[in-house]
Each structure stands twice: as structure tokens, then as C-alpha cells.
């Protein structure tokens, strides 16, 4: 009870930058930090990480962040496949010569070729050239209120307004359908929360500093907390993982992707463990793709390593 009541002084006295961007902000969708304060401590999560996460955390990016997350079904298919062209080639191709004896190491671990592991490195953050600026731990901050009926009405408002244009789904369908994404967002930000806050207990990453996309990824490699704990894999054993290290980047995708069931000489697990990074097969095509161009361009001696691409298996 104690540390309640000085959590509530703390709340009160702490963030006069969050009352600004309160009354300043034009967007309806506001955070609740008194809210998200109590959700914490709900969970059961330790008074270090909860003062911690609520002195860091960052509400002005609460609008950009919540609308990107649950919104993002309703922008045009095919994005991933528009990146597929003669840079992503050429800097595919770069980034393997450069980081040869890790690409090597992971390949000889994990069965996974080094142009599939660059392909999808470019693809995420163009070999970390854009990592993303978000801060990681309000993200999930952020996500924990997707669910609270103000936002999930003010949310179905601007999905009506989106689905204007294209008319893709019925009123009663996208009510539906934000009924389900805020719920399940919401339930799925609890989770990474819980991974931020293992994370932090095992002190492998500062959380008040760490910064990536506004999907909540991070490093190279943009891995969500929880696939940080379950996939992350240095390339120097018994070292701490840095994701914004390429070696650590390279052997933690191989690791997922091979845990994720890829096989060398199926060219259906490709596609199937590329989707369990991301559940999009645009995503998939895109980076199998590049890793087939990158792959017509090596020695023979190389392309018996590689993969097919999916239309080349048709």
C-alpha cells in the first residue's frame, strides 16, 4: 500500500511533458498512464520494473503507435514484393562478402544460406540502416490499452474512415474485426511485456533506452521481446546477444528460421518458416526472391547451397 500511494505522488508530479501533450495533441486517442500504471501492477510485475517503465515511458507516441498496429490490415497488399529490385541485390550481395565467416558459421549450424538470412536482413531494417526510432517498452505500454472501449471505439471510427476508399469490408465486418484486433493486440502486448520484464531481470538489455520499430521489434534482426528470449543467439557462445550486432543478427535468424522448421532441400518449408517470422506471403516471396537473384549471380559452388525461388519450384 506504501509504494502504491507514493506511485501515485510519483504520477502526479512526474510528467508534466505528458499533461502538455495531453491538452496540446489534436489526436482523440490519448494514453492513460494512471491506467497502464495500475495494469502493471495487476500483472503482478516487480516495483523496480513497473517505476522504471513508468519514468521512461513515452505517451506522445501513443496515437502513431496504436493507429500503425491496428490499422496497418487496411493499407494496399504487396509492399514487400515493391522492395525486390536491383539495390536489394546488390546490397544483399554486399553485406554477405562483408560478413562471410558469420553468414559461414550460421550456415554450418543451422542449415540456412547466407543470401536467405541477408535477404531478410535487408528487408527488415536494410542491414540496420533503419533500425526505428520507437521507444520498445512504451510500445508495449501503448498496446496494453488497445483494448479499453474508448480507444476501441475511437479505432473502428478511423478504420470506417480508411475503408472508404476501397471499400474492402461491411461496417459490421470491420466492427467485428476490431472488436477481435484490439482484444488480441491487447492480450498479445501482455506477453511482451512480461518477456521486457524477464529481459530486464536478466540485465541483457537497458529496456529505458532500447529503440526499434513501431511493431515493437528491435536490432537487425527486429525480434519482439519474447523471441529474444527464445530465439536470440550470439555468434560468440556464452556472450550476452547484441541484435544490433551483425554476427549475433545472423546466428539468431538461422537459429528461428531453423527452429521454425526450414529444411535445405524443401522448398516448402522455406516459405512456412519465413512466415512464422511474419505471417505475410508477400514477405516470404520478397525475400526469396532476392536470395534467388543474389543466388544467379554466385559461383556454382555457391547456388548448390542456395534456395529456389518459389516460382522456380512451380
Known sequence: MKFFLHFLVFLSLGWPAFAKTKHKSKSPLQADAVWVGKELKRMGLSKSYIAESMKYYEPASFDSTVTLNLLGFLRPAGEHMNRVNAEAVRETQSFVRKNQPAFDLAEQKYGVPGNVISALLWIETRHGDNLGKFHINSVYLHLLQADLKKNRVLLTKLAFEKNKKEQRFTK???????????????????????????IRKKKHLDITTLRGSYAG???????????????????????????????????????YLHRSGWKSANPDSHVEALMKYNNSRDYADSILEISRQVLAAQPTAAKNRGVSSVNEKK
Open 172 to 198: 459490421k465486418e470491420l466492427r467485428k474485426l476490431m472488436a477481435e484486433r484490439t482484444k488480441k493486440k491487447a492480450a498479445w502486448a501482455r506477453e511482451q511485456v512480461l518477456a521486457m520484464a524477464g
Open 217 to 255: 521489434a528491435f536490432g537487425l534482426s527486429q525480434f519482439i521481446p519474447s523471441s529474444y528470449m527464445e530465439y536470440a543467439k550470439p555468434a560468440k557462445p556464452g556472450t550476452v546477444v547484441k541484435l544490433a550486432e551483425a554476427p549475433d543478427a545472423i546466428m539468431s535468424v538461422a537459429y
